[in-house]
């Protein structure tokens, strides 16, 4: 794939990030950096960082919306027994999913296809929330042909984003927000997906590095409606696999220059976003170029 410059030069300033110990780049992230020990408390503190803000939105009297990602998966199950634990309503709240896959002709998957979000955000959260706590089905969005032009609006409807959550991708994304020039100031839109990610999600996912069928094309809520929330909560971690995919990004995320080619760096231009991750994929790798 023929990469095309639309940002600094990463060479130096990677190597230069990769000199930092894990309490270094914590100091130098000047509080937008949570390292957590473990995988599972970093899943923790993602799932109770967001009961919190579902708990504010109760004392609401206007909606009250958030960026939903449907990975990572983990934090779901620990945020409905919180939910039910505490019996905290969802009724005020609106989730605006953030991306899907598409078929070659740009149709949304079936749910029933295995990597489909909109088929798995049930069994993962909805299915094990009390009835009586959740929110309308017309307030769960997943973004479609046919509302794309409709998001953004949507959107302002419900007050604007109070925080997007979501997951960093190994070529920086946030969303399906791939690499490209003028990426912060997209919208809603089907895409290609980056070969990078494609790539790294082929062969984590169970799926025996299944390129030829691994969807290529996506639908997803553009930068601008990600940047424009009131806060931002991401997260990457390398999971529970020797693959370390996520050590670099981590590290651009937390202290890169911003740049198109690393869209998540956009975000330092954000006066509230947090980057939480695990101690191992805050380390550097053992091998540094």
């Not at 309503?89 to 079936?110: A, G, H, Q, R, V």
């Not at 909560?233 to 198109?260: C, F, H, K, Q, S």
Request: hydrophobic share 40%; aromatic share 8%; glycine share 6%.
């Amino acid at each position: 794939m023929k990469q095309v410059k639309i940002g600094p030069d990463r060479s130096n300033e990677i190597r230069s990030l990769f000199k930092l110990s894990v309490d270094e780049l914590t100091a130098k992230s000047a509080g937008h950096l949570v390292v957590k020990n473990t995988l599972n408390e970093l899943y923790d503190y993602l799932a109770e960082q967001m009961v919190a803000e579902f708990r504010k939105s109760m004392t609401k009297k206007d909606p009250v919306a958030f960026i939903m990602p449907v990975g990572p998966t983990q934090p779901y199950k620990l945020m409905a027994e919180k939910i039910n634990k505490d019996r905290i309503s969802l009724k005020n709240c609106w989730f605006f999913f953030m991306d899907e896959y598409c078929d070659d002709d740009d149709k949304l998957i079936p749910s029933t296809h295995p990597l489909s979000f909109r088929g798995q955000i049930n069994g993962l959260f909805f299915n094990l929330v009390d009835k009586e706590l959740l929110m309308a089905e017309t307030q769960r969005i997943f973004p479609s042909p046919e509302n794309l032009d409709k998001l953004p609006g949507m959107i302002a409807a419900a007050g604007g984003i109070e925080v997007c959550y979501g997951g960093i991708g190994i070529h920086g994304h946030v969303a399906f927000n791939e690499p490209e020039a003028g990426i912060k100031d997209t919208d809603p839109r089907i895409l290609t997906v980056n070969d990078f990610t494609r790539t790294v999600d082929a062969v984590r996912h169970g799926l025996g590095g299944n390129l030829i069928n691994f969807p290529r094309r996506a639908i997803t809520l553009g930068m601008k409606q990600c940047l424009g929330a009131r806060k931002l909560l991401l997260m990457t971690r390398n999971e529970y696999t020797d693959m370390d995919w996520a050590n670099t990004v981590l590290r651009i995320a937390a202290l890169g220059i911003p740049g198109d080619d690393y869209p998540v760096t956009h975000i330092r231009n954000h006066s509230n976003y947090i980057v939480a991750t695990d101690r191992a994929t805050a380390t550097a790798p053992a091998t540094i170029i």
